[in-house]
Protein backbone atom coordinates (compact mmCIF):
# COMPACT_ATOMS: atom_id res chain seq x y z
CA UNK A 1 0.00 0.00 0.00
CA UNK A 2 1.34 3.63 -0.70
CA UNK A 3 0.91 6.02 1.43
CA UNK A 4 1.02 6.73 5.09
CA UNK A 5 -1.66 4.94 6.92
CA UNK A 6 -3.05 7.66 9.05
CA UNK A 7 -3.03 11.09 7.03
CA UNK A 8 -3.96 14.40 9.55
CA UNK A 9 -4.02 18.02 7.65
CA UNK A 10 -4.52 21.13 9.65
CA UNK A 11 -7.00 19.37 11.85
CA UNK A 12 -8.37 22.06 13.87
CA UNK A 13 -11.03 22.23 17.17
CA UNK A 14 -12.50 25.19 18.64
CA UNK A 15 -15.02 24.62 21.32
CA UNK A 16 -17.25 27.36 21.96
CA UNK A 17 -18.01 28.89 25.03
CA UNK A 18 -21.68 28.69 26.22
CA UNK A 19 -24.43 29.23 22.91
CA UNK A 20 -24.00 32.27 21.78
CA UNK A 21 -27.37 33.36 22.30
CA UNK A 22 -28.11 37.25 21.55
CA UNK A 23 -24.28 37.47 21.62
CA UNK A 24 -22.12 38.66 18.29
CA UNK A 25 -19.14 36.56 19.11
CA UNK A 26 -18.98 33.87 21.03
CA UNK A 27 -15.43 32.64 22.94
CA UNK A 28 -14.41 29.66 21.90
CA UNK A 29 -11.25 27.50 22.98
CA UNK A 30 -9.02 26.73 20.98
CA UNK A 31 -8.18 23.16 21.62
CA UNK A 32 -6.63 21.98 18.78
CA UNK A 33 -5.04 24.46 15.96
CA UNK A 34 -3.63 23.68 12.63
CA UNK A 35 -2.30 20.08 13.70
CA UNK A 36 -0.49 18.10 10.25
CA UNK A 37 1.12 14.69 11.11
CA UNK A 38 0.86 11.01 9.18
CA UNK A 39 1.97 7.64 10.89
CA UNK A 40 2.89 4.53 8.58
CA UNK A 41 2.03 1.17 9.44
CA UNK A 42 4.07 -0.84 11.84
CA UNK A 43 5.19 2.83 13.52
CA UNK A 44 4.66 4.19 16.79
CA UNK A 45 3.52 8.29 16.94
CA UNK A 46 3.73 9.59 20.13
CA UNK A 47 2.19 12.90 20.92
CA UNK A 48 3.90 14.59 24.13
CA UNK A 49 2.81 18.14 25.52
CA UNK A 50 2.15 19.11 29.28
CA UNK A 51 -1.65 18.79 30.65
CA UNK A 52 -4.45 20.37 28.37
CA UNK A 53 -2.17 21.32 25.45
CA UNK A 54 -4.64 19.27 23.46
CA UNK A 55 -3.26 16.06 23.10
CA UNK A 56 -6.76 13.91 23.97
CA UNK A 57 -8.78 16.29 21.75
CA UNK A 58 -6.64 14.81 18.91
CA UNK A 59 -6.95 11.20 19.95
CA UNK A 60 -10.96 12.03 19.98
CA UNK A 61 -11.08 13.61 16.35
CA UNK A 62 -8.93 11.03 15.15
CA UNK A 63 -11.59 8.87 16.82
CA UNK A 64 -14.44 11.16 15.46
CA UNK A 65 -15.70 11.07 18.97
CA UNK A 66 -16.34 14.67 18.47
CA UNK A 67 -16.62 16.45 15.21
CA UNK A 68 -13.18 18.58 14.03
CA UNK A 69 -14.22 22.12 13.38
CA UNK A 70 -11.55 22.13 10.35
CA UNK A 71 -8.80 19.79 8.56
CA UNK A 72 -9.26 16.35 7.50
CA UNK A 73 -7.95 13.33 8.64
CA UNK A 74 -7.08 9.91 5.96
CA UNK A 75 -6.94 6.71 6.62
CA UNK A 76 -5.53 5.19 3.61
CA UNK A 77 -6.13 8.01 1.39
CA UNK A 78 -10.00 8.50 2.35
CA UNK A 79 -11.63 11.36 4.00
CA UNK A 80 -13.16 10.14 7.40
CA UNK A 81 -14.54 13.24 8.25
CA UNK A 82 -16.76 12.89 4.99
CA UNK A 83 -18.35 9.68 5.73
CA UNK A 84 -21.82 9.07 6.29
CA UNK A 85 -23.23 6.69 8.76
CA UNK A 86 -22.39 3.01 7.13
CA UNK A 87 -19.18 4.15 6.08
CA UNK A 88 -17.82 5.64 9.50
CA UNK A 89 -19.45 2.25 11.18
CA UNK A 90 -17.29 0.11 8.91
CA UNK A 91 -14.20 1.60 9.19
CA UNK A 92 -14.53 1.91 12.90
CA UNK A 93 -12.61 -1.55 12.08
CA UNK A 94 -9.53 0.11 11.10
CA UNK A 95 -9.10 2.32 14.35
CA UNK A 96 -9.49 1.37 17.84
CA UNK A 97 -8.83 3.77 20.90
CA UNK A 98 -7.12 2.66 24.48
CA UNK A 99 -8.35 4.70 27.05
CA UNK A 100 -6.73 6.62 29.67
CA UNK A 101 -8.82 5.22 32.83
CA UNK A 102 -9.12 1.60 33.13
CA UNK A 103 -11.58 1.80 35.61
CA UNK A 104 -14.33 3.90 33.97
CA UNK A 105 -13.45 2.64 30.28
CA UNK A 106 -15.18 -0.75 31.46
CA UNK A 107 -18.53 -1.26 31.67
CA UNK A 108 -19.06 -2.75 35.61
CA UNK A 109 -21.84 -4.13 34.74
CA UNK A 110 -20.37 -6.58 32.14
CA UNK A 111 -18.06 -9.59 32.17
CA UNK A 112 -14.82 -9.27 30.62
CA UNK A 113 -15.58 -11.96 28.12
CA UNK A 114 -18.70 -9.76 27.08
CA UNK A 115 -16.87 -6.57 27.08
CA UNK A 116 -13.66 -7.86 24.48
CA UNK A 117 -15.95 -9.50 22.39
CA UNK A 118 -18.80 -6.77 21.97
CA UNK A 119 -16.72 -4.84 19.04
CA UNK A 120 -16.88 -8.12 17.14
CA UNK A 121 -20.45 -8.33 17.90
CA UNK A 122 -21.15 -5.03 16.24
CA UNK A 123 -20.21 -6.58 12.73
CA UNK A 124 -21.05 -9.99 12.84
CA UNK A 125 -23.58 -12.82 14.79
CA UNK A 126 -21.32 -15.12 17.27
CA UNK A 127 -22.52 -18.11 18.22
CA UNK A 128 -21.95 -18.66 22.08
CA UNK A 129 -18.86 -21.21 21.24
CA UNK A 130 -17.29 -18.69 18.79
CA UNK A 131 -17.88 -15.83 21.30
CA UNK A 132 -16.37 -17.85 23.77
CA UNK A 133 -13.56 -19.35 21.87
CA UNK A 134 -12.82 -15.26 20.67
CA UNK A 135 -12.56 -14.18 24.41
CA UNK A 136 -9.99 -16.80 25.61
CA UNK A 137 -7.88 -15.77 22.74
CA UNK A 138 -8.22 -12.12 22.77
CA UNK A 139 -7.36 -12.40 26.53
CA UNK A 140 -4.46 -15.05 26.22
CA UNK A 141 -3.11 -12.16 23.78
CA UNK A 142 -3.08 -9.77 26.32
CA UNK A 143 -1.55 -12.14 28.82
CA UNK A 144 -4.71 -13.01 30.22
CA UNK A 145 -6.17 -16.92 31.67
CA UNK A 146 -9.07 -17.53 29.72
CA UNK A 147 -11.13 -18.05 32.63
CA UNK A 148 -10.75 -14.39 33.29
CA UNK A 149 -13.84 -14.17 30.79
CA UNK A 150 -16.45 -14.52 33.18
CA UNK A 151 -15.07 -11.98 36.09
CA UNK A 152 -16.56 -8.63 36.13
CA UNK A 153 -14.46 -5.26 36.25
CA UNK A 154 -14.64 -5.04 39.89
CA UNK A 155 -12.91 -7.99 40.42
CA UNK A 156 -9.80 -7.46 38.24
CA UNK A 157 -6.63 -5.43 39.01
CA UNK A 158 -5.76 -2.29 37.58
CA UNK A 159 -3.43 -3.39 34.61
CA UNK A 160 -5.55 -6.61 33.88
CA UNK A 161 -8.25 -3.69 33.17
CA UNK A 162 -6.47 -1.94 30.99
CA UNK A 163 -5.00 -5.35 29.37
CA UNK A 164 -8.92 -5.98 28.88
CA UNK A 165 -9.25 -2.26 27.34
CA UNK A 166 -5.94 -3.40 24.59
CA UNK A 167 -8.04 -6.81 24.38
CA UNK A 168 -11.02 -4.75 23.30
CA UNK A 169 -9.26 -3.10 20.47
CA UNK A 170 -7.62 -5.82 19.28
CA UNK A 171 -10.31 -7.80 18.89
CA UNK A 172 -11.26 -5.68 15.31
CA UNK A 173 -7.94 -6.60 14.10
CA UNK A 174 -7.12 -2.66 13.49
CA UNK A 175 -3.87 -1.49 11.74
CA UNK A 176 -4.36 1.57 13.89
CA UNK A 177 -4.04 1.85 17.75
CA UNK A 178 -5.01 5.20 19.15
CA UNK A 179 -3.94 4.56 23.29
CA UNK A 180 -4.71 7.97 24.96
CA UNK A 181 -2.35 8.45 28.14
CA UNK A 182 -3.03 4.16 28.36
CA UNK A 183 -0.45 3.92 31.18
CA UNK A 184 -0.84 7.01 33.26
CA UNK A 185 -2.95 5.30 35.34
CA UNK A 186 -1.35 2.66 36.16
CA UNK A 187 1.91 1.79 39.07
CA UNK A 188 5.51 1.90 37.29
CA UNK A 189 5.90 -2.11 37.53
CA UNK A 190 2.60 -2.24 35.59
CA UNK A 191 3.18 0.39 33.22
CA UNK A 192 6.62 -1.07 32.07
CA UNK A 193 4.30 -4.72 31.80
CA UNK A 194 1.53 -2.33 29.63
CA UNK A 195 4.45 -1.24 27.30
CA UNK A 196 6.10 -4.64 26.81
CA UNK A 197 3.20 -6.00 26.06
CA UNK A 198 2.56 -3.12 23.50
CA UNK A 199 5.91 -3.41 21.55
CA UNK A 200 5.08 -7.09 21.38
CA UNK A 201 1.42 -6.79 19.69
CA UNK A 202 3.12 -3.97 17.54
CA UNK A 203 5.87 -6.74 16.39
CA UNK A 204 3.62 -9.61 16.04
CA UNK A 205 0.88 -7.99 14.30
CA UNK A 206 2.07 -4.80 12.68
CA UNK A 207 -0.15 -2.24 14.66
CA UNK A 208 0.49 0.89 14.26
CA UNK A 209 0.44 2.98 17.25
CA UNK A 210 -0.62 6.91 17.94
CA UNK A 211 0.83 6.90 22.08
CA UNK A 212 -0.02 10.39 23.69
CA UNK A 213 1.35 10.77 26.84
CA UNK A 214 2.79 13.53 29.06
CA UNK A 215 5.52 11.05 30.66
CA UNK A 216 9.29 11.40 28.39
CA UNK A 217 10.43 8.06 29.85
CA UNK A 218 7.04 6.05 28.21
CA UNK A 219 8.08 7.94 24.90
CA UNK A 220 11.16 7.47 24.89
CA UNK A 221 10.58 3.66 25.37
CA UNK A 222 7.93 3.07 22.64
CA UNK A 223 8.10 5.77 20.21
CA UNK A 224 9.75 5.87 16.48
CA UNK A 225 8.68 9.43 16.01
CA UNK A 226 7.39 11.97 18.64
CA UNK A 227 5.36 14.89 18.19
CA UNK A 228 5.47 17.61 21.04
CA UNK A 229 2.65 19.78 21.27
CA UNK A 230 2.25 22.83 23.13
CA UNK A 231 -1.54 24.53 22.88
CA UNK A 232 -2.93 22.86 20.46
CA UNK A 233 -0.23 23.66 17.91
CA UNK A 234 2.41 20.62 16.94
CA UNK A 235 5.94 22.79 17.71
CA UNK A 236 8.46 19.68 16.81
CA UNK A 237 7.77 16.28 15.27
CA UNK A 238 11.09 14.58 15.05
CA UNK A 239 12.24 10.63 15.38
CA UNK A 240 12.12 9.49 18.86
CA UNK A 241 16.24 9.77 18.81
CA UNK A 242 16.90 12.99 17.13
CA UNK A 243 14.42 14.76 19.36
CA UNK A 244 15.74 13.33 23.20
CA UNK A 245 19.41 13.68 21.58
CA UNK A 246 18.98 16.96 20.08
CA UNK A 247 16.20 19.17 20.99
CA UNK A 248 15.78 22.40 18.98
CA UNK A 249 12.54 23.82 19.94
CA UNK A 250 13.06 25.56 23.42
CA UNK A 251 10.14 24.07 24.64
CA UNK A 252 11.04 20.87 23.73
CA UNK A 253 14.22 21.34 25.74
CA UNK A 254 12.46 22.18 28.58
CA UNK A 255 9.78 19.38 28.22
CA UNK A 256 13.04 17.34 28.28
CA UNK A 257 15.43 19.35 30.86
CA UNK A 258 12.32 19.20 33.28
CA UNK A 259 11.70 15.05 33.21
CA UNK A 260 13.50 13.61 35.95
CA UNK A 261 16.47 11.78 35.83
CA UNK A 262 18.04 9.66 38.34
CA UNK A 263 21.51 11.07 38.13
CA UNK A 264 22.44 13.44 40.99
CA UNK A 265 25.84 14.71 39.43
CA UNK A 266 23.87 15.74 36.70
CA UNK A 267 23.62 19.88 35.82
CA UNK A 268 20.90 20.99 34.56
CA UNK A 269 22.04 23.25 31.57
CA UNK A 270 18.52 24.40 30.86
CA UNK A 271 16.38 26.15 33.11
CA UNK A 272 13.36 25.04 33.53
CA UNK A 273 10.16 27.06 31.65
CA UNK A 274 8.53 28.97 34.76
CA UNK A 275 5.27 30.66 34.58
CA UNK A 276 1.98 28.25 33.78
CA UNK A 277 0.40 27.24 30.77
CA UNK A 278 -1.44 30.64 29.01
CA UNK A 279 -5.56 30.05 28.77
CA UNK A 280 -6.36 28.57 25.19
CA UNK A 281 -9.43 30.59 25.23
CA UNK A 282 -7.09 33.81 24.73
CA UNK A 283 -3.60 32.29 23.71
CA UNK A 284 -1.04 34.48 22.89
CA UNK A 285 -0.22 36.43 20.02
CA UNK A 286 2.43 35.33 17.94
CA UNK A 287 4.13 32.24 18.83
CA UNK A 288 2.19 30.46 21.76
CA UNK A 289 5.49 29.56 24.03
CA UNK A 290 6.98 32.93 23.42
CA UNK A 291 5.37 34.34 27.28
CA UNK A 292 7.67 31.71 28.91
CA UNK A 293 10.63 31.16 26.27
CA UNK A 294 14.28 32.49 27.33
CA UNK A 295 14.89 32.65 23.53
CA UNK A 296 11.72 35.06 22.53
CA UNK A 297 12.35 38.04 20.32
CA UNK A 298 9.90 40.36 18.69
CA UNK A 299 9.41 38.47 15.88
CA UNK A 300 7.82 35.66 18.14
CA UNK A 301 5.32 38.14 19.62
CA UNK A 302 3.66 39.00 15.90
CA UNK A 303 3.90 36.05 13.89
CA UNK A 304 3.12 32.49 14.40
CA UNK A 305 6.15 30.42 13.60
CA UNK A 306 5.68 27.75 10.32
CA UNK A 307 6.56 24.47 10.86
CA UNK A 308 10.12 24.06 8.93
CA UNK A 309 11.17 21.22 7.76
CA UNK A 310 15.53 21.08 8.77
CA UNK A 311 18.10 18.70 7.84
CA UNK A 312 17.67 15.71 9.70
CA UNK A 313 14.05 15.40 8.89
CA UNK A 314 12.59 16.67 11.56
CA UNK A 315 10.26 19.70 11.14
CA UNK A 316 10.17 22.46 14.27
CA UNK A 317 7.97 26.16 14.72
CA UNK A 318 10.11 28.29 16.22
CA UNK A 319 11.45 31.76 14.88
CA UNK A 320 14.74 31.40 16.48
CA UNK A 321 16.32 27.90 16.42
CA UNK A 322 14.41 27.33 12.85
CA UNK A 323 13.73 30.60 10.73
CA UNK A 324 11.90 29.95 7.69
CA UNK A 325 14.03 30.22 4.74
CA UNK A 326 11.39 31.26 2.35
CA UNK A 327 12.02 34.77 4.05
CA UNK A 328 15.02 36.68 2.78
CA UNK A 329 17.59 38.94 5.09
CA UNK A 330 15.79 36.99 7.99
CA UNK A 331 17.57 33.89 9.15
CA UNK A 332 21.30 35.05 9.53
CA UNK A 333 20.42 37.75 11.71
CA UNK A 334 17.36 35.79 13.90
CA UNK A 335 20.42 33.10 13.77
CA UNK A 336 22.93 35.60 14.94
CA UNK A 337 21.05 36.47 17.70
CA UNK A 338 19.94 32.95 18.69
CA UNK A 339 23.37 32.33 19.11
CA UNK A 340 23.69 35.10 21.45
CA UNK A 341 21.02 34.72 23.35
CA UNK A 342 21.40 31.28 24.21
CA UNK A 343 25.14 32.02 25.50
CA UNK A 344 23.96 34.97 27.28
CA UNK A 345 21.50 32.07 29.04
CA UNK A 346 24.47 29.94 29.43
CA UNK A 347 26.34 32.23 31.05
CA UNK A 348 23.76 33.27 33.49
CA UNK A 349 22.68 30.24 34.90
CA UNK B 1 9.47 -10.88 25.47
CA UNK B 2 8.71 -12.80 28.50
CA UNK B 3 5.21 -10.83 29.76
CA UNK B 4 3.04 -13.28 27.36
CA UNK B 5 3.99 -15.50 29.52
CA UNK B 6 4.03 -14.16 32.26
CA UNK B 7 1.66 -16.20 35.17
CA UNK B 8 -1.32 -14.20 35.60
CA UNK B 9 -2.48 -15.50 39.19
CA UNK B 10 -6.30 -16.96 39.41
CA UNK B 11 -7.69 -16.24 42.82
CA UNK B 12 -11.17 -17.58 42.61
CA UNK B 13 -13.73 -15.14 44.05
CA UNK B 14 -17.26 -14.89 44.73
CA UNK B 15 -19.16 -14.52 41.57
CA UNK B 16 -22.35 -12.73 41.18
CA UNK B 17 -25.12 -15.38 42.26
CA UNK B 18 -28.77 -15.11 42.54
CA UNK B 19 -29.00 -15.25 46.61
CA UNK B 20 -31.72 -17.51 47.86
CA UNK B 21 -35.01 -16.36 49.59
CA UNK B 22 -33.63 -16.70 52.85
CA UNK B 23 -30.43 -14.11 52.42
CA UNK B 24 -32.30 -11.52 50.89
CA UNK B 25 -34.60 -11.93 53.91
CA UNK B 26 -31.72 -11.61 56.06
CA UNK B 27 -29.99 -8.74 53.33
CA UNK B 28 -33.27 -7.28 52.65
CA UNK B 29 -36.26 -7.68 54.45
CA UNK B 30 -38.42 -4.77 53.43
CA UNK B 31 -38.57 -6.40 49.94
CA UNK B 32 -39.23 -9.39 51.24
CA UNK B 33 -41.96 -7.95 53.49
CA UNK B 34 -43.13 -5.81 50.51
CA UNK B 35 -43.14 -7.48 47.79
CA UNK B 36 -44.66 -10.77 49.71
CA UNK B 37 -47.68 -8.88 50.81
CA UNK B 38 -47.82 -7.55 47.76
CA UNK B 39 -47.95 -10.52 45.99
CA UNK B 40 -50.13 -12.13 48.64
CA UNK B 41 -52.83 -8.98 47.77
CA UNK B 42 -52.35 -9.72 43.86
CA UNK B 43 -53.38 -13.65 44.62
CA UNK B 44 -56.10 -13.01 46.76
CA UNK B 45 -57.40 -10.17 43.97
CA UNK B 46 -57.16 -12.51 41.08
CA UNK B 47 -58.96 -15.84 42.80
CA UNK B 48 -61.58 -13.92 44.18
CA UNK B 49 -64.49 -15.55 42.42
CA UNK B 50 -63.20 -18.95 43.58
CA UNK B 51 -64.24 -18.17 47.55
CA UNK B 52 -66.06 -14.36 47.39
CA UNK B 53 -69.69 -13.71 46.86
CA UNK B 54 -71.12 -11.47 44.08
CA UNK B 55 -70.13 -8.15 44.37
CA UNK B 56 -72.96 -6.34 42.46
CA UNK B 57 -75.92 -8.49 44.16
CA UNK B 58 -77.94 -6.14 45.77
CA UNK B 59 -80.55 -7.42 48.55
CA UNK B 60 -82.48 -4.64 49.78
CA UNK B 61 -83.54 -7.18 52.96
CA UNK B 62 -80.27 -7.16 54.11
CA UNK B 63 -79.03 -3.48 53.87
CA UNK B 64 -76.08 -2.55 56.25
CA UNK B 65 -76.04 -5.95 58.41
CA UNK B 66 -73.35 -6.85 60.41
CA UNK B 67 -70.42 -8.97 60.02
CA UNK B 68 -72.15 -12.83 59.68
CA UNK B 69 -70.73 -16.21 58.75
CA UNK B 70 -72.34 -15.92 55.14
CA UNK B 71 -71.43 -11.83 54.53
CA UNK B 72 -67.93 -11.83 56.68
CA UNK B 73 -67.93 -7.87 56.61
CA UNK B 74 -71.27 -7.41 56.73
CA UNK B 75 -73.68 -5.39 54.06
CA UNK B 76 -73.53 -1.61 52.65
CA UNK B 77 -76.61 0.32 52.45
CA UNK B 78 -77.91 -1.26 49.10
CA UNK B 79 -77.38 -4.65 50.70
CA UNK B 80 -74.38 -6.21 48.99
CA UNK B 81 -71.69 -7.84 50.24
CA UNK B 82 -68.58 -5.73 51.63
CA UNK B 83 -66.42 -8.17 52.06
CA UNK B 84 -66.78 -9.41 48.35
CA UNK B 85 -66.58 -5.78 46.96
CA UNK B 86 -63.61 -5.08 49.20
CA UNK B 87 -61.73 -8.21 47.28
CA UNK B 88 -62.92 -7.40 44.02
CA UNK B 89 -62.04 -3.48 44.51
CA UNK B 90 -58.23 -4.71 45.08
CA UNK B 91 -58.88 -5.98 41.57
CA UNK B 92 -59.34 -2.36 40.47
CA UNK B 93 -56.85 -0.81 42.56
CA UNK B 94 -53.97 -3.06 41.79
CA UNK B 95 -54.41 -2.88 37.96
CA UNK B 96 -54.61 0.83 38.09
CA UNK B 97 -51.55 0.76 40.25
CA UNK B 98 -50.03 -1.10 38.08
CA UNK B 99 -50.68 -0.57 34.94
CA UNK B 100 -50.06 3.47 35.85
CA UNK B 101 -46.33 2.47 37.01
CA UNK B 102 -45.63 0.39 34.15
CA UNK B 103 -47.10 3.06 31.85
CA UNK B 104 -45.18 5.77 33.84
CA UNK B 105 -41.99 4.43 33.56
CA UNK B 106 -42.19 2.96 29.53
CA UNK B 107 -42.96 6.94 28.47
CA UNK B 108 -40.67 8.46 30.94
CA UNK B 109 -38.06 5.97 29.36
CA UNK B 110 -38.71 6.88 26.27
CA UNK B 111 -39.37 10.34 26.71
CA UNK B 112 -35.90 10.61 28.99
CA UNK B 113 -33.41 8.34 26.96
CA UNK B 114 -34.51 10.49 23.75
CA UNK B 115 -34.23 13.57 25.88
CA UNK B 116 -30.77 12.59 27.41
CA UNK B 117 -29.31 12.13 23.90
CA UNK B 118 -31.04 14.90 21.66
CA UNK B 119 -31.03 18.15 23.07
CA UNK B 120 -33.08 19.81 20.42
CA UNK B 121 -36.21 17.04 21.52
CA UNK B 122 -35.02 17.74 25.62
CA UNK B 123 -35.22 21.95 25.34
CA UNK B 124 -38.87 21.37 24.12
CA UNK B 125 -40.18 17.81 26.21
CA UNK B 126 -38.27 18.82 29.37
CA UNK B 127 -40.44 21.86 29.28
CA UNK B 128 -43.75 20.65 28.89
CA UNK B 129 -42.74 18.20 31.73
CA UNK B 130 -42.22 20.86 33.61
CA UNK B 131 -45.65 21.99 32.82
CA UNK B 132 -47.28 19.17 33.41
CA UNK B 133 -45.17 18.83 36.57
CA UNK B 134 -47.14 22.25 37.90
CA UNK B 135 -50.63 21.03 37.68
CA UNK B 136 -52.15 19.09 40.04
CA UNK B 137 -52.62 15.46 39.25
CA UNK B 138 -56.02 15.02 40.46
CA UNK B 139 -56.93 18.19 38.23
CA UNK B 140 -55.10 17.17 35.35
CA UNK B 141 -57.22 13.57 35.74
CA UNK B 142 -60.46 15.38 36.17
CA UNK B 143 -59.62 17.30 33.10
CA UNK B 144 -58.89 14.20 31.03
CA UNK B 145 -61.51 12.46 32.25
CA UNK B 146 -64.26 15.05 31.57
CA UNK B 147 -63.54 14.77 27.79
CA UNK B 148 -64.06 11.12 27.48
CA UNK B 149 -66.39 10.54 30.59
CA UNK B 150 -65.25 7.54 33.02
CA UNK B 151 -63.99 4.15 32.20
CA UNK B 152 -61.24 2.27 33.36
CA UNK B 153 -59.20 2.97 30.62
CA UNK B 154 -59.13 6.56 30.51
CA UNK B 155 -58.89 6.43 34.05
CA UNK B 156 -55.79 4.38 33.70
CA UNK B 157 -53.89 6.77 31.10
CA UNK B 158 -55.37 10.47 32.84
CA UNK B 159 -53.15 8.72 36.00
CA UNK B 160 -50.67 7.98 34.10
CA UNK B 161 -49.98 10.99 32.34
CA UNK B 162 -49.09 13.52 35.11
CA UNK B 163 -46.69 10.80 36.40
CA UNK B 164 -44.41 10.83 33.50
CA UNK B 165 -42.33 13.89 34.10
CA UNK B 166 -41.19 12.94 37.34
CA UNK B 167 -39.89 9.08 35.59
CA UNK B 168 -38.86 10.59 32.66
CA UNK B 169 -36.68 13.48 34.44
CA UNK B 170 -35.21 10.89 36.40
CA UNK B 171 -33.68 8.96 33.05
CA UNK B 172 -32.80 11.46 31.59
CA UNK B 173 -30.07 12.59 34.50
CA UNK B 174 -29.02 8.95 34.64
CA UNK B 175 -28.57 9.33 31.03
CA UNK B 176 -26.59 12.46 31.23
CA UNK B 177 -24.61 11.28 33.66
CA UNK B 178 -23.58 7.85 31.95
CA UNK B 179 -23.54 8.98 28.40
CA UNK B 180 -20.06 10.73 29.28
CA UNK B 181 -18.85 7.62 30.39
CA UNK B 182 -15.32 6.19 28.81
CA UNK B 183 -17.06 3.29 28.46
CA UNK B 184 -19.68 4.39 26.16
CA UNK B 185 -17.58 6.08 24.12
CA UNK B 186 -15.36 2.93 24.15
CA UNK B 187 -18.38 1.07 23.06
CA UNK B 188 -18.99 3.87 20.21
CA UNK B 189 -15.66 3.25 18.87
CA UNK B 190 -15.49 -0.73 19.31
CA UNK B 191 -18.69 0.05 16.02
CA UNK B 192 -21.62 -0.14 18.60
CA UNK B 193 -24.87 1.75 16.93
CA UNK B 194 -26.47 4.37 18.79
CA UNK B 195 -29.68 1.80 20.02
CA UNK B 196 -27.28 -0.94 20.78
CA UNK B 197 -25.12 2.01 23.41
CA UNK B 198 -28.17 3.16 24.65
CA UNK B 199 -30.05 -0.54 25.42
CA UNK B 200 -26.65 -2.18 26.65
CA UNK B 201 -24.72 0.50 28.30
CA UNK B 202 -26.92 3.37 29.24
CA UNK B 203 -30.17 1.81 30.14
CA UNK B 204 -28.91 -0.64 32.34
CA UNK B 205 -27.57 1.64 35.13
CA UNK B 206 -31.14 3.64 34.85
CA UNK B 207 -32.73 0.47 36.08
CA UNK B 208 -32.02 0.84 39.68
CA UNK B 209 -33.78 4.23 39.90
CA UNK B 210 -36.26 3.65 37.64
CA UNK B 211 -37.80 0.48 39.79
CA UNK B 212 -37.73 2.79 43.03
CA UNK B 213 -39.70 5.43 41.25
CA UNK B 214 -41.94 2.97 39.80
CA UNK B 215 -43.01 1.76 43.05
CA UNK B 216 -43.37 5.53 44.60
CA UNK B 217 -45.68 6.16 41.27
CA UNK B 218 -47.41 2.80 41.79
CA UNK B 219 -48.43 3.84 45.81
CA UNK B 220 -49.65 7.56 44.34
CA UNK B 221 -51.77 5.80 41.72
CA UNK B 222 -53.29 3.55 43.79
CA UNK B 223 -54.33 6.60 45.83
CA UNK B 224 -55.04 8.68 43.01
CA UNK B 225 -57.85 6.09 41.63
CA UNK B 226 -59.10 5.94 45.32
CA UNK B 227 -59.18 9.71 45.35
CA UNK B 228 -61.01 10.13 41.69
CA UNK B 229 -63.40 7.48 42.61
CA UNK B 230 -63.89 9.36 45.84
CA UNK B 231 -64.94 12.24 43.82
CA UNK B 232 -67.13 10.35 41.49
CA UNK B 233 -65.14 10.96 38.53
CA UNK B 234 -63.02 7.64 38.62
CA UNK B 235 -64.53 4.17 37.91
CA UNK B 236 -68.39 4.13 37.26
CA UNK B 237 -70.37 3.64 40.70
CA UNK B 238 -71.07 0.20 40.04
CA UNK B 239 -68.12 -1.43 39.85
CA UNK B 240 -66.80 -1.78 42.95
CA UNK B 241 -63.46 0.05 44.04
CA UNK B 242 -61.94 1.34 47.56
CA UNK B 243 -62.76 4.96 46.91
CA UNK B 244 -66.05 4.10 45.73
CA UNK B 245 -67.06 2.05 48.66
CA UNK B 246 -65.78 4.76 50.92
CA UNK B 247 -67.42 7.70 48.87
CA UNK B 248 -70.87 5.97 48.79
CA UNK B 249 -70.64 4.19 52.52
CA UNK B 250 -69.16 7.25 54.31
CA UNK B 251 -72.99 8.28 55.43
CA UNK B 252 -72.98 5.03 57.29
CA UNK B 253 -69.91 5.25 59.18
CA UNK B 254 -71.32 5.46 62.58
CA UNK B 255 -74.32 2.50 61.50
CA UNK B 256 -71.91 0.04 59.39
CA UNK B 257 -68.03 1.00 59.72
CA UNK B 258 -66.76 -1.43 58.19
CA UNK B 259 -68.04 -0.26 55.23
CA UNK B 260 -65.78 2.56 55.25
CA UNK B 261 -62.94 0.70 57.24
CA UNK B 262 -62.74 -2.71 55.15
CA UNK B 263 -61.45 -0.80 51.62
CA UNK B 264 -59.60 2.10 53.95
CA UNK B 265 -57.21 -0.27 55.69
CA UNK B 266 -57.27 -2.89 52.36
CA UNK B 267 -55.99 0.41 50.96
CA UNK B 268 -53.83 1.61 53.11
CA UNK B 269 -51.87 -1.78 53.48
CA UNK B 270 -51.81 -1.89 49.55
CA UNK B 271 -49.93 1.47 49.84
CA UNK B 272 -47.90 0.24 52.63
CA UNK B 273 -46.62 -2.52 50.66
CA UNK B 274 -45.91 -0.68 47.54
CA UNK B 275 -43.91 2.02 49.48
CA UNK B 276 -42.12 -1.16 51.58
CA UNK B 277 -41.06 -2.85 48.36
CA UNK B 278 -39.78 0.20 46.84
CA UNK B 279 -37.54 1.62 49.68
CA UNK B 280 -36.20 -2.07 50.09
CA UNK B 281 -35.66 -1.89 46.05
CA UNK B 282 -33.56 1.46 46.65
CA UNK B 283 -31.40 -0.69 49.26
CA UNK B 284 -31.10 -3.46 47.22
CA UNK B 285 -29.58 -1.44 44.17
CA UNK B 286 -27.30 0.86 46.17
CA UNK B 287 -24.04 -0.02 45.17
CA UNK B 288 -22.10 2.04 47.96
CA UNK B 289 -25.18 -0.36 50.50
CA UNK B 290 -23.67 -3.71 48.69
CA UNK B 291 -19.96 -2.38 49.04
CA UNK B 292 -20.93 -1.83 52.68
CA UNK B 293 -22.34 -5.76 53.06
CA UNK B 294 -19.11 -7.26 52.09
Not at chain 2, 138 to 164: C, D, E, H, K, N
Not at chain 2, 249 to 254: D, E, G, K, N, V
Request: charged share 20%; proline share 8%.
Amino acid sequence: MNGPLLKVENLTKHYPLGTGFLKKTIPVIRAVEDVSFSVEAGETLCIVGESGCGKSTVARLLMRLVEPTGGRVLIDGTDIAGLKKDALHAWRRRMQMVFQDPYSSLNPRLTAGQIITEPVENFERLSRRQRQALAADLLRKVGMSPEMMHRLPSELSGGQRQRLGIARALALNPSLIIADEAVSALDVSVQAQILNLLLDLQQQMGIAFVFISHDLSVVEHIGHRVAVMYLGRIVELATCEALFARPVHPYTEALIAAAPVPDPTRVRLVAPVEGEVPSPINPPRGCAFHPRCPLAVDRCRIEVPPLVPMADGRVVACHVRAPATDIPSQPAEVGDHSLAHVLSLMIRS
Amino acid sequence: MTLLSAPVEYVPTGRLRISGLPRLARRHPLVVIGGGLLALLIVLALAAPLYAGDPLNMDPFKRLQPPSAEMWFGSDNLGRDVFARTIFGARISLMVGLLSAAGAALGGVLIGVIAGYNRGFDNIVMRVMDGLMSIPTILLAIALISLTGPGIAILIVAITIPQMPSVSRLVRSAVLSVRERPYVEAALCGGARLPKVLWRHILPSTIPSLMVQSAIVCADAILTEAGLSFLGVGVPPEIPSWGNMISSSRLYLAIAPLTVFAPGICLAVTVLAVNLLGDGLRDLFDPRAKRRRR
